[in-house]
């Protein structure tokens, strides 16, 4: 298993299916360092010019790693909407149609 920055974690062997997982597991959530973001974005921007089919998948992966990288390389956070949303009124009904009693009439 081979970290981002290509420093090798561990090797394949047969008993270490525990620490494969562990490692990898890790992996998955260390943060980026600012040049591994810088060339995962740089990398991203040129298969996408390169793969306009892929746009999609590919934005697909982008959005999995954001959360990892440095706050500056992060999109804008949109803040909440002010003022804020209050819900809106809903009709109460007293009488007329009700589904459930029709329902235990059905059957």
Do not use: C, K, N
């Amino acid at each position: 298993m081979i970290r981002r920055d290509g420093q090798a974690l561990l090797r394949h062997e047969t008993d270490g299916s525990r620490r494969a997982t562990w490692a990898l597991a890790a992996e998955r959530l260390r943060p980026y360092t600012e040049q591994e973001a810088l060339a995962f974005l740089q990398l991203h921007h040129a298969l996408r010019r390169a793969l306009p089919r892929h746009r999609a998948e590919l934005d697909g992966i982008a959005a999995l790693a954001r959360p990892l990288m440095p706050p500056r390389m992060q999109p804008a956070r949109i803040d909440r909407p002010y003022p804020p949303l209050w819900p809106l009124p809903v009709r109460r009904q007293t009488f007329g149609y009700d589904s459930l009693s029709s329902l235990s009439r059905a059957a």
